[in-house]
């Protein structure tokens, strides 16, 4: 009977939904995109980005060690279940993420599951019980252990797992157990779908992190150029502000599909193409089409899979990018309005330097030139954690901050659509307080573009309290979503303050400056395998040469004379000459017909809406006016009034700042008048 109901549930599905599967071009490198591919790799080690072989070997230590201490865990937990040696219980330790792609960098963490046997279970056992001490718990065996120099254990997280630091290696460790062994095969296979029976969701989604990591491997042609775009493209996402899935732009995985796509379509091009066809691609790409490198099928194991002819609510997604793994889920779900638009820009502008880059008018660290985040706007919200311990703060900081994304929605909702909030995923701290005990956030305020179909909402007063007031209630009311517990605790404090430009931190400008100065001069970072440096530099320079006999073979051909040259490779797509040269630019998608599967065909420009017209609103005086709308924001269009003021009373509960006054966001008594029609907020 369950063969026939999952037989029915498969009939009855919907057909899979189809994907761009067809390579746009097959063509192979010219002896230019090899010099450029060459010259990328060179400079990447020169960004932090590759591990000194010592350190890889420490790494692999570090792996054995925890899968050691994993083996000896099971054998001790089942023993005291009456499983004895003779049944060999044993678990399987897997990583998945940057390590498993093959582009961690020396400071990347490993993300790892351990698959346990069906008698081991994931809260009882492998986080353990605070009432009992944790006694038995794997997690009490790591805190003991001799390597290990942190741990924290996050059971109520989406994917729960413990945080650890081992031997100076940061190690996200998440748990699940089977129910079909009492001894896991050492050869299992992730990949079959069959492991995914009888699972509960956290066990599915920990899961998924080795499958799609595996799915991706097998459906990429060419690693090797995967693996230098993809990370030139994390380089790129990190100095660009655009690298924190939490916050809603891209993470590992999301940005891993992106490039996969690219090599999907172009299966032979080397990676400086790759990464060009990269943004010509995603900068002309419509979001609402989603994302797929194979069509998603519902293979019927009772699963919730990503389908938007089914599931009615996933239309309304703003970023589809689908992961390749069964049960298929969108992983870019986190992405709202406000930060949309940043990725978008950044992907028009990263088309704009890459083209220069291939023209020879740039080097490859223009690309990733560090983002200008404190000369952007005009206005920020301050976002300041603080916690009574060292302890109570790793908790605290990790929800805040995952929490962050629901006040960028918050202040979209609050003003209609009219402000959009920008977070910049680095935090900082402030010198003069323990560094352990306080971390701070900034999220950038200007106009938002247009949506369209969306109604504007009137121009005038924004009022940013509710959004705040949202903020604040969301994150202390957590709770442990495993028991229903309290978390919050006392201490536990999250300031959320407006301020201009110019009042920012004199630390967060330096700091700032400091990083500006860094990506001018494109200083870079002394290699961590100065060997392996000099013979990517080696390779680049032989690469140039062959690029210069090509580019003597052309002007031949040209003249005449070229008895003796041999020609480049034949492509079947225009490229960059070597005499700096642009053919048309080929698209990275299409038909022959020239337009762009999923893409926009017309060019839309970009109108920047000025916030804060009058259109007919009646300006009171302050006696006229309701308490409400003095402790709103009115934003004008005079760029030296138009300004974001905090309040002076105390309008809202727990965002206190330092001389008693709360950090709130509303003007002065009377707000402030509008005297032109055209500035906004910058």
């Known amino acids: 009977w369950g063969s026939s109901a999952r037989w029915c549930a498969f009939v009855s599905a919907p057909a899979p939904m189809a994907t761009l599967d067809k390579p ?132 109520d997280a989406v994917v729960p797992e413990l945080k650890l630091v081992f031997r100076g290696f940061e190690v996200d460790m998440a748990y699940t157990s089977l129910p079909t062994y009492v001894s896991v095969p050492e050869e299992l296979d992730v990949c079959e779908t069959s492991v995914l029976q009888n699972l509960d969701d956290a066990s599915v989604k920990s899961l998924n992190g080795c499958r799609v990591a595996d799915q991706l491997l097998k459906l990429v042609p060419n690693h090797d150029a995967f693996r230098t775009a993809l990370r030139t493209l994390r380089v790129w996402a990190k100095h660009r502000g655009v690298y924190s899935n939490v916050l809603g732009f891209f993470g590992g995985v999301n940005l891993a599909i992106l490039v996969a796509k690219v090599c999907q379509l172009y299966p032979n091009a080397a990676a400086s193409m790759i990464v060009y066809s990269f943004f010509q691609l995603w900068d002309a790409w419509q ?44 992983s870019t779900f986190n992405v709202t309005h406000s930060t949309l638009s940043v990725l978008k820009s950044e992907f028009k502008k990263g088309r704009e330097a890459c083209a220069k880059i291939l023209l020879g008018k740039e080097k490859w660290p223009h690309l990733w030139q560090p983002v200008p985040f404190f000369q952007m706007y005009k206005h920020y919200l301050q976002v300041t954690i603080v916690a009574r311990n060292e302890g109570d703060f790793k908790k605290w900081e990790g929800w805040v901050h995952s929490r962050l994304r629901m006040l960028v929605q918050g202040v979209e909702q609050s003003t209609g ?123 680049a320079k032989a690469a140039a040469a062959a690029a210069g006999g090509g580019v003597q073979a052309k002007r031949a ?30 698209m990275p998608a299409g038909d022959g017909d020239g337009d762009v599967k999923g893409a926009a065909t017309d060019e839309t420009a970009t109108v920047e809406r000025g916030i804060g017209e009058t259109d007919g609103a009646v300006l009171k005086t302050e006696d006229e006016k309701t308490e409400d709308e003095k402790t709103a924001v009115e934003i004008t269009d005079d760029d030296e009034t138009a300004d974001l003021v905090p309040v002076e009373d105390d309008d809202i509960d727990g965002l206190n700042d330092d001389d008693g006054d709360v950090a709130g966001l509303a003007p002065p008594e009377g707000g402030i008048t509008r005297t032109t029609s055209n500035s906004k907020i910058k």
């Open 24 to 155: 746009l071009s097959e063509a192979y490198p010219t002896l230019m995109d090899l010099k450029l591919s060459a010259e990328l790799e060179a400079r990447l080690h020169y960004e932090n980005v590759f591990e000194a072989p010592d350190e890889c070997a420490r790494r692999e230590e570090v792996l054995g060690e925890i899968n050691e201490a994993l083996q000896v865990w099971v054998r001790a937990a089942s023993a005291l279940k009456g499983i004895e040696d003779d049944l060999d219980p044993r678990c399987n330790l897997y990583t998945f993420g940057s390590y498993r792609l093959g582009v961690h960098g020396p400071a990347a963490d490993i993300d790892t599951l351990c698959i346990g046997p069906r008698h081991i279970t994931r809260s009882d056992d492998f986080f353990g019980s605070e009432f009992s001490d944790f006694a038995g718990s794997f997690y009490e065996t790591m805190k003991n252990h001799a390597g290990t120099d942190a741990i924290v254990a996050v059971p």
């Open 287 to 330: 979001w609402t089409t989603p994302v797929m490198l194979t069509p998603i099928v519902d293979e019927g194991h009772g699963l919730r899979v990503w389908d938007e002819r089914v599931n009615k609510n996933e239309r309304f997604q703003l970023m589809k990018i689908i992961t390749p793994a069964y049960p298929a889920q969108n």
């Open 417 to 539: 659509g009219a402000l959009a909030a920008h977070p910049f995923p680095e935090k900082h701290k402030d010198p003069s307080k323990d560094k352990d005990l306080h971390c701070i956030y900034y999220l950038g305020l200007g106009p938002a573009p247009p949506i369209p179909g969306q109604v504007q909402a009137p121009r005038g007063t924004l009022n940013l309290n509710p959004a705040v007031e949202q903020f604040q209630l969301l994150v202390t009311n957590w709770v442990n979503r495993a028991d229903g517990c309290v978390v919050w605790q006392p201490g536990m404090e999250a300031h959320v303050k407006h301020m201009k430009r110019k009042d920012l931190p004199v630390f967060v400008v330096q700091a700032a400056e400091i990083v500006q100065e860094a990506g001018r001069v494109a200083a870079g970072m002394p290699p961590n395998d100065p060997e392996a440096a000099l013979e990517a530099e080696a390779k």
């Open 557 to 586: 051909r040209e003249t005449g004379n070229d008895e003796n040259v041999v020609d480049e490779p034949v492509a079947k797509r225009e490229k960059v000459e070597g005499d700096g040269e642009v053919a048309e630019a080929a």
